[in-house]
């Protein structure tokens, strides 16, 4: 039997479900975890939730993400964002684990400066084992802008506290950018070998004929490979070659093209279709805004 997936929709059905007390905000609110208790009956049950989820924890979570499970022994920051599917591992009892849970819904950075760019902050969709680790000094500043929203949640409702809130929550995730980038750095012997699994994987996929046969190789097929989640590749391709994985494909096309272009034979239709491309004119558009030229011109050139 199908297991049903349950959803979460609001603050105020989280605290409902897991027996918290009533939120104090409908739109925001920040749990002590050493005082939130999972019990036998949540455990393995699959939810998704319309919430952003902030959180900050010491040590083994017993938290799955799809069909992976992972336990950390030092505290780490994990971040979800709204219709993610997840679940708990294993029963988590009062006091067993030190740190904080942030949840928020959409609707309170709706009309914000936070609201229209949400979306940048990539590490909302990392996997659960793409957490970010951080020192102590970090773990204060973070916590520290974690307070001033606490803060303003149980002390000063008033018509400033929306975009209080926002502004705090805006510098929280910029500092927990910053770590990433720091996280990055720190693991270049890592991601080097990354890098060079990618760059494996791309040209073995041209060599093998599957631009032709598959289309243009989407950026799920390399992380899928090198078992990291799509935004984490991204993100961490961008920050040892200032390329993206869309970047390292495109432009890997583009130098293809150049020297298939040079061949007489070859139509720019029949590299269009070579290069993965449905609609030769998709092939064109893409050609000209990298080098400033159409592929008949570039042709013609040579």
């Not at 007489?264 to 279709?273: K, M, N, P, R």
């Not at 000209?288 to 030229?293: F, I, L």
Request: glycine fraction near 6%; proline fraction near 3%.
């Amino acid at each position: 039997m199908k297991q049903d997936i349950k959803n979460i929709t609001s603050i105020s059905q989280f605290h409902e479900i897991f027996g918290l007390d009533k939120p104090t905000h409908p739109l925001i609110s920040i749990i002590d975890v050493s005082k939130f208790e999972i019990p036998q009956q949540f455990v393995g049950i699959k939810h998704t939730s319309a919430l952003y989820t902030i959180g900050l924890k010491d040590k083994s979570c017993g938290l799955q993400y799809g069909r992976n499970t992972y336990d950390f022994d030092e505290g780490v920051m994990m971040f979800t964002g709204p219709n993610q599917v997840h679940s708990v591992s294993k029963v988590q009892k009062l006091d067993e684990i030190k740190g904080w849970m942030l949840f928020f819904h959409p609707d309170l950075i709706r009309n914000t400066s936070l609201g229209k760019i949400i979306e940048d902050y990539k590490f909302f969709s990392y996997d659960i084992h793409e957490a970010l680790h951080l020192s102590d000094s970090e773990q204060k500043a973070i916590t520290d802008c974690m307070m001033m929203v606490q803060n303003e949640i149980l002390e000063r409702i008033d018509n400033h506290s929306q975009t209080v809130i926002a502004s705090t929550l805006e510098l929280l995730l910029n500092l927990s950018r910053r770590y990433y980038e720091r996280q990055f750095n720190t693991r270049s012997a890592q991601n080097s070998d990354v890098v060079s699994q990618f760059h494996t994987l791309l040209n073995s996929y041209y060599k093998n004929g599957n631009f032709a046969t598959n289309g243009i190789p989407p950026v799920e097929y390399f992380s899928d490979k090198i078992h990291l989640s799509g935004n984490y590749l991204s993100d961490l391709l961008k920050k040892e070659t200032g390329y993206t994985v869309k970047d390292h494909v495109n432009n890997f096309i583009i130098e293809k093209a150049k020297t298939l272009l040079l061949n007489d034979a070859e139509t720019v239709s029949g590299i269009a279709y070579n290069l993965g491309f449905n609609y030769p004119h998709y092939f064109s558009r893409l050609f000209k805004s990298k080098t400033g030229m159409t592929p008949v011109a570039f042709k013609n050139l040579n």
